[in-house]
């Protein structure tokens, strides 16, 4: 295979998209006041898809300017809403909106505008969660309600460039999904013939194509529950599935 060697703005090679969930702050005590901080609604959604996952935490990259990385260094909550391939038109009427009154110069530049209702944007449904303030949204099959664990400055070798980007560290505590998602006989997993994630790829939406390959996943070959030793205690009633094999060690040992 012929390689060479570039240099692309942007290094999305393809993650799932998530909705941001977070609560907005309480509006001004004015009611006469008609400016757009008057007119946001009570919570805000912000679409990325720099998201990573260990455990049940998950690492955020967000521009430090959003209205959603604003409310989450204020409030420490969110919900992490996962919308499924079906759902482009709903993120795509998000896209290039922000919660944020006034717009930055680099997001006035690449045609932002300020959106104070999101949900009513997208014609979305707030539903309340159990733990956290934000609501979950109620067409996106997954929601994840998250606490913030910590605050990590990105790009801080690069003088130009620090401070522009935070990554959140988001503690997961409350886990819901579709029940269609859920994988036959078994509590805890989820059933990834089922699940059709939206896939964000250098700013074009995708799904994923197909079913799997041909062969099987070789890491698939892991029981799934050995995972959960990095999950231990962070995810409140979760009991666990039987495993079967693997490398955990015995109780006691
Ligand atoms: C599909 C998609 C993926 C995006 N990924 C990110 C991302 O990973 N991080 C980020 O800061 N912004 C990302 N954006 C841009 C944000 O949506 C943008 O910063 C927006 O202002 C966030 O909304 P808010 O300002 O109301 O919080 C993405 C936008 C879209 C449509």
Redesign the pocket.
Known sequence: MPHIPISPAIL?WG?P??L?T?TNPAPEPNPSSTSPTQRAAPA????????WWLGHCCM????A???????LLCSRQCVLNLPSDDMAPV??A???????PSLPPH?LAMG?RY?GD?FRAAGLTPLPSSLVAPPRIAQCPVAMECEVAKVHTFMEHDAERAGF?VAVECKVVKIWIDERLKMEGYRNRVDPDLWRP?I?SF?E?YGLSGRRKDRESVLGAVEEENYRILAAGSSGEAEGDTIRSGFLPEEGQ
């Open positions: 999305y993650t998209v998530v941001v977070t805000n959604i912000g679409p990325i898809s720099s998201a955020l990259g967000l521009d300017s959003s209205a959603t990385t604003q409310n993120v795509n998000l896209a290039r909106t922000t919660g944020t997001k932002y959106e999101k980007v939206l964000m700013q939406l």
